[in-house]
C-alpha cells in the first residue's frame, strides 16, 4: 500500500500533462523534455502575457538641468539618465526569453538552468554564499540580484568586475563557463532544434524558426530586461511623501540618504533629495568601488583581475538593492549572512585597503574627517533603521508575478496514470464560498489522492481519503483560478475551481 500511494503521488505531479486549454482556462502545454525519469512540461498562456507596458516613474531618471548645474553640459556619461532606459517592446521575445531563461537544457547535462541562480522568490538571487554550477561545483562569486539591469547598466557595467558592458554578452557567459553551465552554442542550438517546441516560439519571436546564437541571447536579455521591481513600499512612499513610512524607517532612509546612495544608484529618490556638488562623488556613481571588505586581493581581484590595474583590485560593481532582504547572503563572496551584518560592517568593520573608496584622495575619503577610515560609526539604533529601510525595498509583486515565473511544470514519469474525466463528478459549489465539496467515484473505498495547483504549477494544499468526497476549505485562499486534481492508484481528473 505505501509503494502504491508513493507513486500515486509521484504521478499526480504531472497534473497538467493532458490538460485542455479548456481546463486551464487559457494557459497550454507546448512541449516537453525528460531528464531522467523527470519531464518538465511548458505551459505558456495561448495570448502572451504583456511585457511591454512598463512606465518608469520619473524619480527613477535624474533631470539634465540636475547633473548641468554641478558638472556641466558636456559630459557624455550622464545622459544616459535623462531619458528612459530601454525596454522590450515585443512580448513574444521576452516569452521565448523566459522560456530559456528556466530550461535546464541550457546547460551541459540539463541540470541547471539560469534561474538556478537567480531564483523569482529571492529577488532573482541566490540564498547560497556560492552558486552550484552543473556538475555542483562552486560559482566562483555569490549570484546578484539581476533586477534592474536597465537603471544600472550605464553606471556599474555588469556581473561583479563589470567585465561585460552589453547584456547581450553578459547573458552568453554563464552559459559556456564551465563550471556554471558548461555549454557551447553549436551544441545548444542543435539541442533546441530537437525541441519541438522552440520552432513556434522562435517563429513567434523573430518571424522565423531559425535558431541562432545571437537570437538566444537578445530573448533572454529581454526577459532581464523587464526584470524591474517598482512596486516596493519606497516606490509607494515617493508618491506619497513618505506617508506609509514608521519613524524608524523614515530615519534609515535619511541616513541612506546621507552615506549610501553614492554607490546605490538604482534606490530610487526624489530630485530634491539628491544633492551632487562632487565630480569626485559623480565618479562614485559610473566605477565599480573597493568597500573595504578585504585587504587581500589573491583569491579575487575583482575588476583587477582583468585590468590587471592595482589600483582596481578589489573593485567590484554595486548590486541594485531592490528586494535586498531576499537577496542574502551578501557581497560579492557571500560572506556577510543578513542584512545586520552588512550594516554592521559599514558601521565599524571596513578594512583600511590603500585602494578603498573610504581611503585619502579617493572617491569618499577625501570627505571623511578621519582616516583611516573604518566605518560611520552608527548607533545600534541607527544599524536598525537602516535595516529598517533596506527592508522597504521590498516588492512581492515583483516575486509573485506570474509573467516572470517558471513556465516548466517538473514531475516524475515513474507511473503511468490515464486521464479519466468521469473519476471527478463535480465541485460544489464553484465558485467556491467558505468550503467547496469535491465529488468523485469510489466504489471500491480506495485512497483518493486531493491536490490543489494555482495556474503556475505550484502545489497549494494536499489532501486523501477513502470515501467519495472531500470538503475543501477555503482558509484566506486569495481569489483566482485554480486547478483541483483527483486520483486514483492509475487514473485521474481535473478541474478549474473558481474563488471568487
Known amino acids: 500500500m505505501k509503494k502504491k500511494v508513493l507513486l500515486s503521488l509521484l504521478a499526480l505531479l504531472s497534473i497538467f500533462a493532458l490538460q485542455s486549454k ?6 497550454s502545454k507546448m512541449g516537453e523534455y525528460h531528464v531522467g525519469n523527470t519531464v518538465y512540461e511548458l505551459f505558456l498562456p495561448d495570448e502572451p502575457y504583456v511585457y511591454n507596458n512598463v512606465t518608469v516613474p520619473d524619480y527613477y531618471i535624474l533631470s539634465e538641468n540636475g547633473w548641468s548645474s554641478s558638472f556641466g553640459t558636456g559630459n557624455n556619461v550622464a545622459p544616459a539618465l535623462f531619458s528612459e532606459p530601454y525596454l522590450p517592446q515585443d512580448n513574444d521575445i521576452v516569452t521565448l526569453g523566459r522560456v530559456l531563461f528556466y530550461d535546464k537544457n541550457l546547460s551541459a547535462n540539463q541540470k541547471t538552468s539560469c534561474a538556478s541562480c537567480h531564483n523569482q522568490g529571492l529577488g532573482f538571487a541566490d540564498d547560497k554564499a556560492k552558486s552550484k554550477g552543473f556538475l555542483e561545483g562552486d560559482t566562483r562569486r555569490n549570484a546578484p540580484n539581476i533586477a534592474d539591469i536597465p537603471f544600472t547598466i550605464h553606471w556599474r557595467g555588469l556581473l561583479w568586475d563589470k567585465r561585460a558592458t552589453e547584456l547581450e554578452e553578459m547573458v552568453q557567459l554563464p552559459i559556456e563557463d564551465e563550471v556554471e553551465m ?35 541571447s537578445n530573448a533572454i536579455s529581454d526577459f532581464v530586461r523587464v526584470l524591474l521591481p517598482l512596486n516596493s513600499k519606497l516606490d509607494q512612499g515617493i508618491a506619497t511623501n513618505f506617508a506609509n513610512f514608521t519613524p524608524q524607517e523614515i530615519q534609515g532612509r535619511q541616513l541612506f540618504m546621507s552615506d549610501c546612495w553614492h554607490c546605490h544608484t538604482s534606490v530610487p529618490a526624489r530630485q530634491q533629495d539628491i544633492n551632487l556638488t562632487s565630480a569626485k562623488l559623480f565618479a562614485a556613481f559610473s566605477y565599480p568601488q573597493n568597500n573595504g571588505l578585504a585587504i587581500d586581493h589573491t583569491s579575487d581581484a575583482g575588476m583587477g583581475g582583468w585590468t590587471n590595474d592595482p589600483t582596481d583590485a578589489g573593485r567590484f560593481s554595486s548590486p541594485s538593492l531592490k528586494n535586498v532582504a531576499l537577496t542574502a547572503p551578501y557581497m560579492h563572496d557571500g560572506s556577510l549572512a543578513t542584512l545586520e551584518a552588512v550594516v554592521k560592517f559599514y558601521s565599524e568593520e571596513i578594512k583600511p585597503d590603500p585602494n578603498a573608496s573610504f ?19 552608527y548607533t545600534a539604533e541607527e544599524q536598525a533603521a537602516l535595516v529598517a529601510f533596506l527592508r522597504t525595498l521590498t516588492d512581492e509583486t515583483f516575486t509573485h508575478d506570474p509573467r516572470l515565473s517558471d513556465p516548466f511544470v517538473a514531475s516524475e514519469s515513474t507511473a503511468v496514470v490515464q486521464n479519466d474525466p468521469t473519476l471527478l463528478q463535480g465541485i460544489y459549489p464553484n465558485p467556491m464560498q467558505e468550503r467547496a465539496t469535491i465529488a468523485f467515484e469510489n466504489p471500491q473505498r480506495q485512497l483518493t489522492q486531493i491536490r490543489l495547483y494555482n495556474l503556475q504549477g505550484a502545489v497549494l494544499r494536499v489532501g486523501a481519503t477513502t470515501e467519495q468526497q472531500y470538503v475543501l476549505d477555503r482558509n484566506e485562499l486569495p481569489a483566482g483560478q485554480y486547478v483541483v486534481s483527483v486520483e486514483q492508484e492509475n487514473r485521474r481528473a481535473v478541474h478549474k475551481l473558481i474563488v471568487p
Do not use: C, H
Open 182 to 216: 558548461g555549454m557551447n552554442f553549436s551544441e545548444l542550438i542543435t539541442r533546441l532544434e530537437s525541441l519541438g517546441y522552440y520552432d513556434e516560439l522562435f517563429q513567434k519571436a523573430y518571424g522565423s524558426s531559425s535558431i541562432t546564437q545571437a537570437r538566444i
Open 359 to 377: 581611503a585619502a584622495n579617493n572617491v569618499y575619503g577625501w570627505s571623511l574627517p578621519v582616516l583611516p577610515f573604518t566605518g560611520f560609526d
Open 22 to 27: 479548456a481546463v486551464l482556462d487559457g494557459i
